[in-house]
């Protein structure tokens, strides 16, 4: 016999159901393994399993963006604010301190810059360098309608068949180029290929003529692309129609970090996501925290 606690054991509790802990925290993950469901929970840890994501990945097709010159000055004061990151894998090891707690996605498609024809991207990160960074996903553009439309579907492909061999989630961003329009018949055909294709989020635009379709036809996480700077209201506003019409979160870049009050901003988009504020009162907080500041 072991020399260990050889007491007979008696503690089964037989009138006790199995706690559901174990049950997916994340829209049509169910079935993911245990670090794909980790790691999409860590991208929504927010209060009711929403997030506030900062985009500062404008970079890789279109160069030093206005607000992103210095994100080692500029941005990395916002990162404790947001719930998680995306960015490319150069910013990250250039600029973000290892230290930092916040998950991250890493931009895994490129190739054109804003000068050619955006929709001709290649896969551009492997995943085995996702993992070494510790990534809780991968984003990829996929531009269904397209020149490339088929190209980047593949790339989608080969990203979550991997992703898949590492246990990290693919983030599919319905990317709209410039011919290509954002009214809900259109965005409800792009997210729901990409999520049928296997991607674990999708990120997309709002649109004012039945959001509430797209995220309900999507068995996945639909998170809400802010597209270009507006006034603050009114990105506050579009922020808080798209999670109430069903976005897990916003995944927001130019109306944070071009905002002339990053900081109060992403405290007000946060009151929005997260805690259901109307958006004349989130734009109320932001004003206070300017005048604070």
Excluded at 251 to 263: A, C, L, T, Y
Aim: charged share 20%; net charge negative.
């Amino acid at each position: 016999m072991p020399d260990v606690d050889t007491l007979e054991t008696r503690d089964f509790r037989p009138g006790v159901s199995t706690p559901n802990g174990a049950a997916a925290l994340v829209k049509g993950a169910g079935a993911l393994d245990w670090g794909m469901q980790n790691r999409l929970s860590s991208i929504f840890s927010g209060p009711g399993g929403r997030t506030v994501m900062l985009a500062i990945d404008h970079g890789y097709f279109q160069g030093p963006t206005s607000g992103l010159e210095r994100i080692d000055l500029d941005i990395l004061p916002l990162v404790g604010s947001a719930d998680a990151l995306m960015l490319t894998r150069g910013i990250l090891r250039s600029v973000v301190p290892p230290a930092s707690q916040v998950p991250f996605v890493l931009r895994a498609s490129g190739g054109p810059s804003v000068l050619g024809e955006l929709s001709d991207e290649y896969v551009a990160l492997d995943m085995q360098d996702a993992a070494r960074l510790n990534a809780a996903a991968v984003a990829v553009q996929v531009f269904i309608g397209g020149k490339y439309e088929s190209r980047t579907v593949k790339n989608m492909l080969q990203l979550i068949d991997d992703g898949l061999r590492y246990g990290i989630p693919v983030l599919g961003v319905t990317a709209v180029g410039r011919e290509l329009t954002r009214d809900a018949r259109y965005l409800r055909l792009a997210c729901r290929i990409i999520a049928e294709l296997g991607a674990s989020v999708v990120k997309t635009y709002y649109c004012d003529d039945g959001f509430e379709s797209v995220t309900a036809t999507c068995p996945v996480p639909v998170i809400m692309a802010g597209g270009k700077k507006l006034p603050e209201l009114e990105a506050l506003t579009m922020a808080h129609r798209a999670v109430q019409e069903g976005a897990a979160g916003v995944d927001m870049g130019r109306n944070i970090f071009q905002s002339e009050h990053p900081s109060a901003m992403i405290a007000a988009v946060r009151a929005v996501v997260h805690d259901d504020r109307e958006p004349e009162d989130a734009y109320d907080l932001f004003r206070s925290l300017v005048a604070d500041a």
